[in-house]
């Protein structure tokens, strides 16, 4: 593989959790329709996503959580007793006409991921990185657990040793059920403390990183956790692959959490990873402002590819995002001009806390 590649698909354009969900803004489809608005997505780099068959599923999930998932999608509804035992049809996890398909096809990207990378290179997969999914329910908005899939994929596709980095805003507490104890898989996890599912309290083991860091995380504080706990835990664990879950939810203007970071930060994260491993796959994961998922996903491809980022978009890329609504929220009533206009935020530095001193010192 000489050039990244970009797994997506049609499905999420018109896909939507709900009126009233987080997930019912578009966020792949944005960030598929200004990488083209800028040049950065010709067809030769775009592989289309699969749709994965139930029985694949099960070398993790149960094959009774699988059927159950598939059964509510054709029948629109779920038992009292399905949404008990598998957290299906609840607020969380609506049921909506693409429950099985969207999150199958989440799901058929990281697998294929995993096949594209067997002999080294990069693969961007936004729509992935779905990571609270259990083997036997569903959780915060994920039906299945594709960052599990995939690190599975890798290893079945020979990577050895995977290092997964997961830089959402909240804790990847289903990738820790699956590899929390596997010495071949080191877990990095930087998350907001006391944020849903409230699980990943500081420490580390030879399997997990674990770092929640208090609200209002800005740019240069989550530099000094990139330079002194995730790269040298990458370095030093001298991975097959790396997995980088880069959701975008992290960043000052998600409605769904509290930190402050610039879409910037990431992009240097992803920078930083990149020559650390033969093998690189970036997933999506949380954000639910559409404006910062489109900016901040689309970046990340730009970054991948060694783009330049333009001072102010063409109007082609403009008028993507200029097309975006946010019904609903505050933050969509009145948007600034810069979140139609430009793809990079201003940078957020700041004062680096004597708590995240203490955090990171501790690992």
């Not at 949404?83 to 990207?109: D, K």
């Not at 990378?117 to 992935?128: F, K, N, Q, T």
């Not at 240069?220 to 975008?248: H, K, S, Y």
């Amino acid at each position: 593989m000489t050039r990244p590649l970009f797994i997506g698909s049609e499905i999420y354009r018109n896909s939507s959790y709900g009126d009233h969900h987080p997930l019912r803004v578009p966020r792949v489809s944005t960030a598929m329709d200004l990488s083209r608005a800028m040049g950065w997505l010709p067809g030769d780099v775009y592989v289309p996503s699969p749709r994965v068959k139930p029985a694949a599923l099960t070398v993790w999930h149960t094959p009774e959580y699988v059927a159950a998932l598939h059964a509510a999608e054709a029948a629109q509804s779920v038992s009292d007793a399905v949404r008990r035992r598998h957290a299906l049809g609840t607020p969380n996890n609506p049921v909506f006409p693409e429950m099985y398909r969207r999150p199958a096809t989440a799901a058929g990207g990281s697998l294929l991921a995993g096949e594209l990378l067997r002999d080294g290179g990069i693969v961007y997969h936004p729509a992935g990185g779905t990571h609270h999914g259990m083997p036997d329910k569903a959780g915060g908005f994920c039906y299945l657990n594709d960052p599990v899939l995939a690190i599975l994929s890798l290893r079945r596709n020979g990577a050895g040793r995977v290092v997964y980095v997961d830089i959402d805003a909240h804790h990847p507490d289903g990738v820790e059920v699956a590899f929390g104890d596997d010495p071949d898989v080191l877990m990095i996890s930087v998350h907001e403390d006391g944020l849903w599912p409230r699980t990943g309290p500081l420490g580390a083991t030879e399997s997990l990183v674990n770092l929640p860091v208090p609200r209002g995380l800005n740019d240069d504080e989550m530099a000094l956790i990139r330079d002194q706990v995730i790269l040298p835990g990458v370095t030093a664990f001298r991975p097959d692959a790396i997995v980088l879950q880069c959701g975008a939810d992290a960043v000052e203007e998600d409605p769904q959490a509290h930190l402050s970071l610039s879409n910037q930060s990431h992009w240097a994260i992803v920078r930083s990873l990149m020559g650390l491993a033969p093998r690189l796959l970036v997933l999506g994961g949380g954000g639910y402002n559409p404006w910062s998922v489109g900016r901040l996903w689309t970046g990340v491809w730009g970054a991948l590819n060694g783009f330049e980022v333009p001072d102010r978009l063409n109007i082609e890329a403009e008028t993507v995002l200029r097309a975006l609504r946010f019904d609903g929220n505050r933050r969509g009533r009145n948007p600034p001009d810069h979140w139609f206009t430009t793809l990079g935020d201003q940078p957020r530095f700041g004062p680096i806390r004597d708590e995240i001193r203490a955090s990171v010192a501790q690992l």
